[in-house]
């Protein structure tokens, strides 16, 4: 599984034009599945973004997860994440699980998260969505459950 991770001081995602999912404050988060990832990995990834320190602390320190800065979870599935773009000029998507399976595995995560305490909002699985953000710091990260990154 992998994922990017930005904080945001908001961000929202849209279906045909109309907001599906809206946060403040918190972290937007895009969900990559591959054919190998199951529960562990949904579990996996659900307490490393819940865990995740990456908000300032009163000394100006990354010393905080979300759910101490008082934030939310904007959580998008993306296959595209799987994409290998090695050879040639058309990405390969064969590592992505296919739309059952990744959405097993997407709303695990979800339920993970929120087990976890924190707000979370999703966009549309399988849908073309807009996504729109307010990078704060900018800060981004790449997760990987496989240890790729």
């Known amino acids: 599984m992998r994922a990017v991770v ?11 034009g109309e ?6 404050r918190g972290l937007m988060v895009l969900l990559g599945v591959s054919t190998s990832d199951g529960p562990a990995d949904a579990a996996w990834m659900a307490r490393k973004l819940a865990g995740l320190r990456i908000f300032p602390d009163e000394g100006g320190r990354l010393n905080r997860s ?3 800065a008082g934030g939310a979870v904007l959580l998008v599935s993306q296959f595209t994440l ?5 050879r040639g000029r058309r990405p390969s998507f064969t590592r992505a699980a296919s739309g059952s399976e990744a959405e097993a595995v997407y709303d695990a995560v979800a339920r993970g998260l929120r087990d976890e305490g924190l707000p979370v909002a999703q966009g549309r699985f399988g849908a073309h969505m807009e996504v729109e953000l307010v990078n ?14």
Not at 82 to 86: L, S
């Open 136 to 149: 704060d710091g900018p800060v981004t990260l790449l997760l990987s459950s496989e240890g790729a990154f």
């Open 6 to 16: 930005q904080r945001v001081s908001r961000a929202v995602v849209r279906v045909d």
């Open 82 to 86: 799987y994409g290998d773009a090695r």
């Open 19 to 24: 907001p599906v999912g809206r946060i403040d």
């Open 66 to 68: 979300v759910a101490e």
